[in-house]
Each structure stands twice: as C-alpha cells, then as structure tokens.
Antibody, heavy 121, light 107 residues
Framework: QIQLVQSGPELKKPGESVKISCKAS????????MHWVKQAPGKGLKWMGW????????TYADDFKGRFVFSLEASASTANLQISNLKNEDTATYFC??????????????WGQGVMVTVSS | DIQMTQSPASLSASLGETVTIECLAS??????LAWYQQKPGKSPQLLIY???SLNDGVPSRFSGSGSGTQYSLKINSLQSEDVSIYFC?????????FGAGTKLELK
C-alpha cells in the first residue's frame, strides 16, 4: 500500500538547522510530485512549495524562500526538507503530501504523518 | 495570491444532522477545489477533489458542490467520527492556498 513515512520529532535551538525526511513506498516515486505543508500549533495549513521528483527542481512559496530547501534521495524514494537558521516561528508540524494529477485537476491524495519541529532556547 | 475564505470557523451539530461548510475563492478557480478532513494529531485526509469528486473510500454522506468562486462541503447524517477540522484548498494556481478551517463538534 502507498505510504509516506516521515522522520521523528525534532527539538532545536534558534539558529540551528534541521533536516526532515519523507520516505515513499508503494508507488513509483518519480511519477508524482511531492509537496510540503506547514501547520503551526493550533493553526491552519500553509503550502510551502513542491519538488518535481523526476527532475529534482524545487519551487518555493514566497514565504519559504531563502532558509528552506527541498531535496531528493530518489534512489531511496525520499524527499527531504531542510530548514536553516531556525527561528521560533518555525515551530510547527511539517507534512509531506503526494500530488496526483488528474485529467483536469490535481490533489494531495497521500500525506505523511507529519514531523513536529520545536524551536526553543 | 488566491484567498480562500472558509465559513463558519466552527460548527456544532447533532448526530444525524446535515451540515454545510462553505469556501469562497477570491477569483474563479474553475472547480480546482479540494476538501480535507483532519482529526486531532493526524494528517489531513483527502475527501473531495475537483469540487465534487469523492475520493476512494470516503463515505457517500460527504459531498461537494460549487463552481466559479463558491464551493461547499455537505455532510449528511452526521456521525461521531466526523468530528474533525475541515479545510478547503484551491489547486488552480500557485501558491495553493488553504481555507482557515472549520472545526466541527457534536452538540
């Protein structure tokens, strides 16, 4: 069955970096784009951007340009999110989500379980 | 950016009731609208895509409708397991914005 399994929770200090992973299984990894979504505690969902898993090209939403990097380990069917120079406001749960392209639309049909990143001094 | 205005922010209903959640886009999104259900401590789950297409395995009491800028999610015969937060999302244009969510509780 199709699964996206993310890495475990992280506790970091301001200014540090974190790399979280999203390992896909049950489908051909390079056939589907991977998106990243942020959810701050008690808040809604915010789309961060996506990575083309065939070419490796990332696209970032404006609020996530600069300190955020999407990358792949395609041989391991894994997408990664790295956040550098962490700030308190990066405290959130980060989800990866697979995008399926239909004939007329696309949608996020499978999601990882989420990674809670806590930034605190 | 396309703004998604979701209403109501919270909703209390009784078992067996029918509830409706609405989403208003700031411009025409040509039915490129999905609805997700998120239970506490869990990841969002896709309910509806392309405004009215039911995702595999989703109970038929869920339905979506709308076009242009106005969309709605209807839940018929509310069940206890439907207590969740519901989000709409437009995937017509980047950035793929979400509504702020509707928290559905049992009365």
């Amino acid at each position: 069955q199709i699964q996206l399994v993310q890495s475990g929770p992280e506790l970091k200090k301001p200014g540090e970096s974190v790399k979280i992973s999203c390992k896909a299984s049950g489908y051909t990894f390079t056939d589907y784009a991977m998106h990243w979504v942020k959810q701050a505690p008690g808040k809604g969902l915010k789309w961060m951007g996506w990575i083309n898993t065939y070419t490796g090209k990332p696209t970032y939403a404006d609020d996530f340009k600069g300190r955020f990097v999407f990358s792949l380990e395609a041989s391991a069917s894994t997408a990664n999110l790295q956040i550098s120079n962490l700030k308190n406001e990066d405290t959130a749960t980060y989800f990866c989500a697979r995008e399926t392209m239909g004939i007329t639309t696309s949608y996020f049909d499978y999601w990882g379980q989420g990674v809670m990143v806590t930034v605190s001094s | 950016d396309i703004q998604m205005t979701q209403s109501p922010a919270s909703l209390s209903a009784s078992l067996g009731e029918t509830v409706t959640i609405e989403c208003l886009a700031s411009e025409d999104i040509y039915s490129n609208l999905a609805w997700y259900q998120q239970k506490p401590g869990k990841s969002p789950q896709l309910l509806i895509y392309y405004a009215n297409s039911l995702n595999d395995g989703v109970p038929s009491r869920f339905s979506g409708s709308g076009s242009g800028t106005q969309y709605s999610l209807k839940i018929n015969s509310l069940q206890s397991e439907d207590v969740s937060i519901y989000f709409c999302q437009q995937n017509y244009d980047s950035p793929y914005t979400f509504g702020a969510g509707t928290k559905l509780e049992l009365k």
